[in-house]
């Protein structure tokens, strides 16, 4: 038990020699010489992700990346008698913009390039901010990586439309759904930016400086 006379206030879990149990979030007493354990859970105790930064870089720079070939190479290729025009997000987006399916088109447009776009983005913006001055305070970074953390998976929205349509849509040589290249990449991109984000430890937007932020 953490006895909180002995806490600075002013200065984060770090300074103070604690550290928050990742599985249940239990605070404790942290001692660097030590192989420290939770005394909640028993879970192994570790201050920061070793090598958040290092990891979170690399995987956000390779879902960058990814999001080229994502974006220009067809994500889908529907076959009617044989013969078909394959369709990138975005012109997809604009096909079912033109033809009335305006609620769809803003929801593929949203889940499957704002969200990615937004997302690695932010990412790239924590990142920075860790290692030099931010405009906006540590809280709201903080904010920012929850959102980021929580509208993410949304992005797979897209992956599984295609998958469903590849797998269902089948009338003998009349009609067929085929995946194109930029599903693959697009796929790619996604679960690279999930793991991104899971390796990125918010904890070190709380490193060092003041913490009298508004």
């Not at 913009?97 to 769809?104: D, E, L, S, T």
Request: aromatic share 14%; net charge positive.
């Amino acid at each position: 038990m953490v006895n909180q006379v002995n806490v600075d206030f002013s200065q984060n879990g770090k300074a103070n020699k604690l550290a928050t149990c990742d599985t249940c979030h239990w605070v404790n007493v942290y001692d660097e010489s030590s192989h420290n354990r939770c005394q909640r859970c028993n879970s192994r105790l570790l201050q920061r992700k070793p090598f958040a930064y290092q990891k979170t870089l690399a995987l956000t720079i390779c879902s960058i990346i990814a999001f080229f070939p994502a974006n220009l190479y067809p994500i889908m290729t529907i076959l009617q008698f044989g013969k078909g025009q394959g369709d990138t997000i975005l012109s997809g987006t604009l096909y079912m913009f033109q033809n009335g399916m305006a609620p769809i088109a803003a929801i593929v447009f949203i889940a499957s390039f704002v969200f990615p776009l937004a997302k690695m983005i932010g990412l790239i913006y924590l990142l920075y901010s860790v290692r030099y001055p931010a405009k906006f305070s540590r809280r709201q970074r903080t904010h920012m990586y929850r959102y980021i953390e929580m509208f993410g998976p949304w992005s797979m929205l897209d992956v599984f439309v295609v998958a469903l349509l590849v797998a269902l849509v089948e009338i003998g040589n009349v009609l067929e759904v085929v995946a194109g290249p930029g599903a693959t990449a697009f796929g790619i991109m996604v679960i690279l930016s999930i793991f991104a984000a899971a390796s990125f430890d918010s904890k070190l937007l709380w490193d060092d400086g003041s913490f009298n932020e508004p």
